[in-house]
């Protein structure tokens, strides 16, 4: 079975510019949720969707936002990037959204970088 | 709100050896979970193992075992015999039971590197 696929693998964009970055999960999972990883530190949760309603929105600006789609799969969208938007961004798929454990299997993430 | 904090950020041991790994935390509820994570340069997070807080019994998961200590909110991993493909990056994560949504708070990680 596939895992949790995101896409593209690498993306370059300029200050100012608009990203959308995709991810689709494991095969009957309903819940994604999105880090963003910075180069030397931990993932930081940015937004969890569950039977496509937010679930979950960490400490980020509004120029990020997400959906969720029918099919479960999930789109990140990041306007007027800065540089500090450079980042390692990851996608975790899991079953159910919240309550008792159910494991998070993570994508291989999306590199951007912001020139 | 929870804080996770990874004092080491490297670890060296020798192939076959052992190695241990830090972490700590904060929260005000009771009931969570933690995890520890691997991380290899293929980017892709792997869980390695996970304890429940409910669980007086430390977790083991074949080389890898934690220490959960509670009281003091620590939460540390232990690689046993240790193998080149165990060097990574590895991050410890806490996750609440009780809270909407399945958020996983993560610290800052500790690289871990396996001589021949």
């Known amino acids: 079975d596939a895992g949790v696929t995101q896409s593209p693998t690498h993306l370059i964009k300029t200050r100012g510019q608009h990203v959308t970055l995709r991810c689709s999960p494991i095969?009957?999972?309903?819940?994604v949720s999105w880090y963003q990883q910075v180069l030397g530190q931990g993932p930081q949760f940015i937004f969890q969707?569950?039977?496509?309603?937010?679930?979950g929105r960490g400490n980020f600006p509004d120029r990020f936002s997400a959906r969720q789609f029918p099919n479960y799969s999930s789109e990140l969208n990041v306007n007027a990037l800065l540089l500090g938007d450079s980042a390692l961004y990851l996608c975790?798929?899991?079953?159910?959204?919240?309550?008792?454990?159910?494991?998070?299997?993570f994508g291989p993430g999306t590199r951007l970088t912001v020139l | 709100a929870q804080t996770v904090t990874q004092s080491q950020p490297e670890m060296s041991v020798q192939e076959a050896e052992t190695v241990t790994l830090s972490c700590t935390y904060d929260?005000?509820?009771?009931?969570?979970?933690l995890f520890w994570y691997k991380q290899p340069p293929s980017r892709q997070m792997i869980l390695v193992i996970r304890?429940?807080?409910?669980?007086?019994q430390n977790a083991t998961e074949n080389r890898f075992s934690v220490n959960f200590q509670k009281a003091a909110k620590s939460f540390s991993l232990k690689i046993s015999d240790s193998q080149l493909g165990d060097a990574a990056m590895y991050f410890c994560a806490l996750r609440m039971i009780k809270a909407a949504g399945n958020k996983l708070t993560f610290g800052g990680g500790t690289r871990v590197l396996v001589k021949p």
């Open positions: 929260t005000s509820e009771s009931d969570y979970y």
């Open positions: 975790a798929s899991s079953l159910v959204g919240q309550g008792t454990y159910n494991e998070q299997f």
């Open positions: 304890q429940e807080a409910y669980k007086q």
């Open positions: 969707y569950y039977e496509k309603e937010e679930r």
């Open positions: 095969s009957g999972h309903k819940s």
